[in-house]
């Protein structure tokens, strides 16, 4: 933290995913874990307060240092996973970062997908683009078997119910079509896991390929599978 005159208290889930321990959910996790001390206490409520620059922050132990905030796009390449830990040592997002800094993925893509994935350790970011209620677009190029009608499609504008609730897509665009196979742009304005792959499927229709191809406004251009590059400062708002 710089120094100087004390800061405003904040609240520690914040204060926690800034440092790079995920996103605030996770870190509430933390928290409610019993794995977040302040002044060498065990705190287990929500929303505490902390002033980051005249109390100590430890988590499982390990002092808490704020660095600055980092944000990267990331070309994900397929059998990648995008969870900041797997015991099975499998490759990781996080591992195509040359950094020593604690950053993890914004969102995640499954292992058989590709394309654009945001990683940072700014937790204001990560929420903003993650909880539904800030309605941030994800664009998503598929290719599926078959050929999907428009009346299939608009099923999927309209919602549909899966394990966990009602979803919908926000629009789509028919790309091409082949012999066995169509290619549709889908964007989506929420994330559940494997939404579009469990979408299509309702509808009769595998996902064969799935790259994502856009977050918001940001359109992923000229990064090489597996690579990344930092955003600019203007990408970034």
């Known amino acids: 933290f710089p120094r100087g005159d004390s800061a405003m208290p904040e609240r520690l889930q914040k204060i926690l995913a800034e440092g790079g321990f995920g ?5 509430e996790t933390l928290i409610l ?28 132990g390990q002092k808490l240092k704020i660095a600055h905030k980092k944000y990267y796009a990331v070309n994900k390449p397929r059998g990648v996973i995008s969870t900041n830990k797997d015991p099975s040592g499998r490759p990781r997002v996080v591992d195509l970062i040359p950094t020593d800094q604690r950053v993890y993925t914004v969102g995640r893509l499954d292992k058989d997908s590709e394309g654009l994935i945001i990683v940072t350790n700014d937790g204001d970011l990560a929420n903003q683009l993650t909880h539904p209620r800030f309605g941030i677009e994800k664009t998503y190029l598929i290719q599926v ?3 999907p009608t428009r009346e299939q499609m608009d099923s999927l504008v309209s919602g549909v119910y899966l394990a966990e609730g009602f979803v919908q897509i926000k629009s789509y665009l028919f790309k091409r079509k082949q012999k066995n196979t169509t290619e549709i742009e889908i964007v989506l304005d929420e994330g559940r896991n494997r939404e579009v792959r469990r979408l299509l499927a309702r509808i009769g229709h595998k996902v064969l390929f799935l790259r994502r191809v856009a977050v918001g406004s940001y359109l992923m251009e000229g990064i090489p599978f597996g690579d990344h590059r930092q955003l600019t400062t203007e990408e970034v708002q």
């Open 145 to 147: 078997e078959g050929h």
């Open 23 to 27: 996103s605030r959910r996770e870190c």
């Open 33 to 60: 874990e019993g794995r977040v001390e302040v002044d060498r206490e065990i705190v287990l409520k929500l929303g505490t307060r902390v002033d980051p620059q005249a109390q100590t922050i430890r988590v499982d």
